[in-house]
Structure formats: C-alpha cells, structure tokens
C-alpha cells in the first residue's frame, strides 16, 4: 500500500546570526594577568572610552551584556587578588566590566546545523482557533567545533495541519545554572562503572564521603587526595569524569521575558565539551492527571558518553539528571507517554544494532532490556533505532524508527506495539516510510533523515525531521492510512 506523505514548506536552516555570549579564557593564567594588567594601566578616561565603544557594538546583540562582563569578571579576580595583591573592591564599576569583556566571546549557536527536531504540545493553548495547536520543537543546533545545543522554536498547527512559526527572537539566552544536588554514593559508584570508570582513585576520594554527598563536599575530598597523591595522565581522567557525573546534576531557569526561541539550552561546563545531542521530547502524563515534559539526550565530552534527563513543566525552569543503568548507555532513549502497567517504560538500543524495551519503578534508574526488534529489511541491516517517543492510537503504540542500509543511508520506518503489552509487535512496514529525497540528501552527513519525536494532529501524524544533519523540514502522513499499512503489510 503506497502511504500518503506530504512534505510541509517549512524549512530551518543554519543561521550564523543567532550568537550568545560566553566565558573566553584566552590562555594560560599568565596570560591572564599580563591582559589585566595592561587595563589596570588605562586611565579612567581611557577605561570609559573603551567600555562604552564595546557597549555600543555589542549591546543591541545581547540582553544584559554588561551583566554578562560583570559575571565574567568575577571568574578571574582570583588573579588580582593572588597574583598581583590587589582588591577588586577598589576598582570601578567600569574597569571591572572592562576587564570582564575581554574574557567574553560570541557564539554563533546555530551556524553549522540545525537538525534531528522533536514536536511536543505547548503547555500554553490559550487563545486560539477551533481546531488549532500551539507546539514546541526542540532541534539539535551546531556551531563553530561542532559543539551541540538545544535550542527551540514556537508554533500552531492549522485545523489543516500547516504549521506556522513565530519568528525568532532578537535575543538569545542562556539561563542561570544552580548546583544543589545530594548525591547518593552508591548510585554515583554504579554510575562510574556503567561509565567504565574504574581506578583506585576512586576508592581514595570516595572513603572521606558519607553515604550521602554534595558537590561541594566531593571537590574537597578530590582536592585533598590530589596534595596527597601525585596524580598520572590516567588518574587525571578518572578525577576529571567523576568531576563530569557530579555536573552532571543541575537546575537552569531561563528569564520570564524570554520568548522560547531565545531559549537555548547550551553545555554548562567543559564536562559537556562536546554538547548536547538528539533530545527526545515527551509530553508524560503522571498518574494523578498533571503533565510533566522529559526529554532525553546524550552528553559527550570526548572520552564517555552520558545518558541524560530534562524535566519540566513549562520551558523556563529545567531540571538535568543522569540516567542510571547499564542498558542505557547508549543513545537512542525514548520514554513512552505515560506509565504502563504501573512502570514507566521507555525504548532504548544499548547494543547499537537492535530496538529493545525497558520497564522500571524509578524515570531514573533502568536494570533491565528486552529486545523487540531486530533489522529485518534490506534499508535496515546495519542498524535500527527509534525516532521519538511512542505515540498511543487506538490500534496501538505508533513508533517512528530509523533504519541504517547500503551507503549508510538513514531511512524512517515504523512499527505498532501492543497497547497492553508493547514488548509485541503487530505491524511493522516493509518500505521506509520517508527517505532523503534529491533536495535533503546533501549535507553534512548526506543521505539521512532523522526524527526525534512526532505528534498526531486532526488525523495526521506531523514529522519533523533533520536533513543530512544539515537543516530540519517537516512531513505529514494520514494516520489512518499509517496504522492500515502497518497492520497489513
């Protein structure tokens, strides 16, 4: 049966112009001091006139910049006061901001690419028409070293099921970060063997530490066996990954006069150097009726990768957590919408090759896999994977997945669970359900469609999904005539 899909107009691009403003350390501490020194010798003319060039070429770019310089500063006072013995107290408000703007760069969040979206409802669906929805799309944004970022854009769909955006913003926001988790030592330990990290230095830092531990008390304990200890290469890394897995637990919260395209939720620490990939967002349903909004995502810093958790109610305020178990550490994690059977469940393909299903008493913490699928048709013999959440239909659980074939090119498919027991599959499609067509497939990594997470609207299932890992478009499909085709093929 040939499948109705209609690819919508709507096309996101990379834009060199979305830039936010970030800390900049231009070398080593030395290096540090000597451009500190030299902005100690201006005069407070000269420091005037500087300052107020700066503000004038940078302030229509940025909300607050000069909060940002005085943010910035603070970071590297330390070498006024140890280095050349003198009070930050005693400098003006514009010196100190001066010295914060030369360590602060632009980055041009979503120059390379803008890709791998997922559509969720809003949580605001005041004010519209009969038949209207307002959405969410989260999209993978890559700038200057390939550094990945979830950035957002806002929208409705139509009572037709056409979409239309709001433009972006002016301004692009980074939110304030707060560190104020108690860990479980247990759980930490088991995460850092999940993570294969396994050295005696872990032992040594971790004996002075309660069964329960705070950020704060863990860099105390590592600065104390660090005098103690003389610490190799090797040694290094385990301090440096412990020092990930404690930052990996945060809280952001964005400004209520930032519109949701001026949201961008970027790596907060080097522990993320290499971004934020793939978030999967999902609108779950709790228990008592409340919704809740968790996204999944990879965090990678060039020697692990970590499964990680978003968690929200309203786009402003986001909670980040870990994601313990062993047969998560991989990507591809997608929560189911709700619970089911009294577990959560959630997708996952820790073998790289294969989809399985995972139950669990805990959003946190998973212990066990049960492979569903496995590649079966020819555009998906090197590996499968799913898109997104699943989505609930009358007929059944409605997956969105991704095959790997020749020439490695990514195709989307989709396969129905059993809505009482979705370690069943009852339907399955032969063909792909949308491959790159001559338009999309030329990109960065050409050849491929991706989707993290679909909707269903007025009878239509709305795809979003990243063109070879370039730019990001939009398809639809009948539902109908989706579930007829997986239950008949």
Known sequence: MTLTVRRLPNKFYPDPARVISRFYMPGSEDRVRSIIKRILDFSDQEVGSTLNEVLSDFSKRHRNISKVFEKNFDTVKYVLTSNLRISPDTLSLERKLLIGSYFTSEYAIEAAA????????????????????????????????????????????????????KLAGRFVDLPETVKRHVYDKKHFLEKLQEMHVQKD?????????????????????????????????????????????????????FSLDTAISERVIFPVSTHESNGIEDARFVRFTNGDGS??????????????????????????????????????????????????????????????????IMFSDDIHFWRH?????????????????????????????????????????????????????????????????????????????????????????????????????????????????????LLND
Request: net charge neutral; charged share 20%; hydrophobic share 35%.
């Open 291 to 356: 919704v809740t909004y968790f996204a999944t995502y990879t965090a990678y810093n060039g020697y692990t990768i970590l499964p990680k958790s978003i968690e929200t109610k309203d786009f402003y305020h986001f909670k980040i957590s870990p994601i313990y178990g062993k047969y998560t550490q991989n990507k591809n994690l997608s929560l189911f919408p709700k619970k089911i059977s009294g577990k959560y469940a959630m997708l996952s393909r820790h073998d790289g090759v294969n989809n399985y």
């Open 369 to 485: 896999a049960q492979k569903i699928q496995e590649p079966r048709y020819p555009w998906e013999f090197i590996q499968l994977g799913n898109c997104g959440s699943p989505i609930e239909t009358e007929k059944g659980w409605l997956v969105i997945t991704h095959g790997v074939g020749p020439m490695r090119r990514y195709s989307l498919g989709a396969v129905l669970l059993d809505l009482e027991d979705p370690s069943k599959i009852i339907g399955q499609l032969r063909k792909p359900l949308l491959m790159a067509n001559e338009k999309e497939r030329e990109g960065y990594v050409p050849n491929v469609v991706y989707s993290c997470g679909s909707l269903i609207h007025n009878g239509d299932l709305i795809i979003p999904y990243g063109m070879s890992d370039y730019a990001s478009g939009f398809a639809t499909v009948p539902v109908n005539e989706l579930l007829n085709s």
């Open 114 to 165: 803008f890709f791998n979206p997922s559509i969720v409802e809003d949580p605001n669906q005041g004010n519209l028409e009969e038949g209207q929805e307002r959405v969410i799309v989260s999209f993978r944004a890559v700038g200057e070293g390939h550094i990945s970022s979830i950035v957002f854009r806002g929208g409705i769909i139509t009572r037709d099921n056409e979409l239309i955006f």
């Open 201 to 253: 230095i872990i032992g040594f830092v971790m004996s002075s530490l309660g069964d329960k531990f705070t950020y704060r008390e863990l860099q105390e304990s590592i600065a104390e066996i660090s005098k103690k200890i003389k610490l190799s290469y090797s040694k290094e890394k385990v301090i440096n990954a412990m020092n990930w897995l404690a930052s990996s637990h945060y809280e952001i919260s």
